[in-house]
C-alpha cells in the first residue's frame, strides 16, 4: 500500500478518535453547545445504528459490513490510477471506517457530536469518521466517472 495513503489513513484516524475522546470527555451525554446560531452545534451522541439510529442495536452487523469494506478496499485499491485524489479517497475512507469500527468494537456504539442545520434541515448528527467515508465516497466515484479505474470502460 502507498506511504501517502498510510499516512493519511494513520492522521485521519487519530483526528477522528482524538475529537471523539474529547467531546466524550468534556460533554455529558445528550450535551449540545451552539457554534454558530441556527446551523452548527456540537451535541453528543451515542448511536448504536446507522443515520438517524436506523438499524439500532444491530451492532455485530456493522462491525462485519466494516470489515467487509476494509477487505474490499485493500483487495482493489490498486484496480484505480495512482494519483493525489485517489490516495487521498482510499486514505479517508480507510481512516473513517477504522473510526468507526473502533467505536463499535470499544464501546458498542459510535461517538457523533457535529449537527448541522441547514435550511431548517436538521442532519442526523455525525462525527468527523463520516466525513471521511462521505468525502472519500465521493472522490471515487469521481475517479470512476473519469474512467481513473483500471478496469476496461
Known sequence: MNTLIIIITIVGLLIDQVSKFIISYLFELNHSIKL???F?????KHNYGAAWGILSGLNILFILMALIGLY?????IDEFKSNKRNKIAFGFLLAGISGN???RIFFGYV???????????????FNLADSLIVIGAILIIFAIIK?????EN
Do not use: A
Open 36 to 38: 454558530i446560531n441556527n
Open 40 to 44: 452548527l452545534s456540537f451535541t453528543y
Open 72 to 76: 474490499l478496499i485493500y483487495k482493489y
Open 101 to 103: 469500527l473502533i467505536d
Open 111 to 125: 461517538r457523533d457530536f457535529i449537527d448541522v442545520k441547514i435550511f431548517n434541515y436538521n442532519f442526523p448528527i
Open 147 to 151: 474512467g481513473e479505474d483500471k478496469r
